[in-house]
């Protein structure tokens, strides 16, 4: 079993729209969490970590359910320049981050 | 952009020969993670330097190995290339193994 697993997606949405996807991980272990952005062929950038209480940057919210290890983030008022791959990404604290292969999302006009 | 750079930013090499990509980090940075990303998957750790120090490995085997200078930039060598190898190979440098900044990478394709 995969250490983090994502739906793939791609999710095709048009602009102004809402999107949310999640992703699930194996180790109850884990203690820190984080969406990355991923532009195609450019590396992944960290779009926000992920508290327990759950967290909001602008129209990006992110959720933690322990109990369940999964991680969900959303987009409120999606625009073009959403479009990208979003990867789930865990660690134990070991410093060695667990990616997960990624969701796709593009935004339409 | 991050202050991490790669070099070199695309590389063909045959089956069988030995590659060294090479990582310069973020000023100020201690700390140096290699990660291998094959088409459609996500990053995968290999190993983590940490003060010169090889600082935890991956599960990748040991043709694959690295270096950390003593001004923290950093060597990933693969030896007897293999067909899978291909993919882009990522350096994140951090400050006592906090958050990692990415470079942009270095693409093998091995033929």
């Known amino acids: 079993r995969k250490e983090v697993e994502q739906d793939p997606g791609p999710f095709n949405v048009p602009e102004g729209a809402t999107v949310a996807f999640n992703c699930t991980y194996s180790n109850s272990a884990s203690q820190s969490f984080f969406w990355y952005r991923q532009d195609c062929r450019k590396e992944p950038k960290l779009l926000m970590s992920?508290?327990?209480s759950g967290n909001e940057d602008g129209r990006f919210t992110a959720q933690l359910n322990r109990a369940s290890q999964y991680i969900s983030l959303l987009i409120r008022d999606s625009k073009l320049s959403d479009s990208a791959t979003y990867l789930c990404?865990?660690?134990?604290?070991?410093?060695?981050?667990?990616f997960g292969a990624g969701t796709t999302v593009t935004v339409r006009a | 952009e991050t202050g991490v750079t790669q070099s070199p930013t695309h590389l063909i090499k045959t089956r069988g020969q030995q590659v060294t990509l090479r990582c310069s980090s973020q000023s100020g940075h201690n700390t140096v993670s290699w990660y291998q990303q094959a088409l459609g998957q996500g990053p995968q750790f290999i190993f983590q330097y940490y003060r010169e120090e090889e600082n935890g490995r991956g599960n990748f085997p040991p043709r694959f190995s690295g270096l950390q200078f003593p001004n923290y930039s950093s060597e990933l060598n693969v030896n007897a290339l293999e067909l899978d190898d291909s993919a882009l190979y990522l350096c994140?440098?951090?400050?006592?193994?906090?958050?990692?900044?990415f470079g942009p990478g270095t693409r093998l394709t091995v033929t």
């Open positions: 990404v865990v660690t134990k604290n070991d410093y060695k981050l667990s």
């Open positions: 994140a440098s951090s400050w006592d193994r906090e958050e990692q900044y």
């Open positions: 992920v508290y327990s």
